[in-house]
T-cell receptor, first 118, second 111 residues
Framework: DVKVTQSSRYLVKRTGEKVFLECVQDMDHENMFWYRQDPGLGLRLIYF???????EKGDIPEGYSVSREKKERFSLILESASTNQTSMYLCASSFRHGTRGAWDQPQHFGDGTRLSIL | QKEVEQNSGPLSVPEGAIASLNCTYSDRVSQSFFWYRQYSGKSPELIMSIYSNGDKEDGRFTAQLNKASQYVSLLIRDSQPSDSATYLCAVRGDSSYKLIFGSGTRLLVRP
């Protein structure tokens, strides 16, 4: 079974802090993604990565950065946390290679981190 | 303009009935389609993927894809109260990487 592990289930931080959210997958997946999910807005893609040290912006990258130094780990960084970044953050991963196209394999999600910025 | 549409529900069905969840999408060249289940406060869990027109069955779940009508559905047979959740439809859109999620349909299975 695919296992995507997010470092914290719940996190409370203060405005202006630098916040790190960690995600580790154990299935040797090439693709990794960070989403946030908010009521009424659904799932929105923040950043994704298709290889070590590679990163691409998603739909809402402002205020965030990412790091992928190892294949299994993808970190999301809130450079200076603000209250509008209070949300559920979801990490996902998928295979890039195989019988389907690079982006056609299903994404598997971690348990999520509910982040509150006070 | 929303690219993946789902009725928000709630869709209420009695235990043992068939629940039918529907999803339409706007991108004609979409190739990959996924159904996820999300319990309240939890993360999405993959139920099924479908890539070709027709039906795909997995246990009590059947996904149906009609690319000509730009329509994908999920049938849940013998619905159980534990099936009560929000079901998200996801479609790989015209961008090379992007998975577009619908807003989800909330399903309630009454005991």
């Amino acid at each position: 079974d695919v296992k995507v592990t997010q470092s914290s289930r719940y996190l409370v931080k203060r405005t202006g802090e630098k916040v790190f959210l960690e995600c580790v997958q154990d299935m040797d997946h090439e693709n990794m993604f960070w989403y946030r999910q908010d009521p009424g807005l659904g799932l929105r893609l923040i950043y994704f990565s298709y290889d070590v040290k590679m990163k691409e912006k998603g739909d809402i990258p402002e205020g965030y950065s990412v790091s992928r130094e190892k294949k299994e780990r993808f970190s999301l960084i809130l450079e200076s946390a603000s209250t509008n970044q209070t949300s559920m953050y979801l990490c996902a991963s998928s295979f890039r290679h195989g019988t389907r196209g690079a982006w056609d394999q299903p994404q598997h999600f971690g348990d999520g981190t509910r982040l509150s910025i006070l | 303009q929303k690219e993946v549409e789902q009725n928000s529900g709630p869709l209420s069905v009695p235990e043992g009935a068939i629940a039918s969840l529907n999803c339409t999408y706007s991108d004609r060249v979409s190739q990959s389609f996924f159904w996820y289940r999300q319990y309240s406060g939890k993360s999405p869990e993959l139920i099924m993927s479908i890539y070709s027109n027709g039906d795909k069955e997995d246990g009590r779940f059947t996904a149906q894809l009609n690319k000509a009508s730009q329509y994908v559905s999920l049938l849940i047979r013998d619905s159980q109260p534990s099936d009560s959740a929000t079901y998200l439809c996801a479609v790989r859109g015209d961008s090379s990487y992007k998975l577009i999620f619908g807003s989800g349909t909330r399903l309630l299975v009454r005991p």
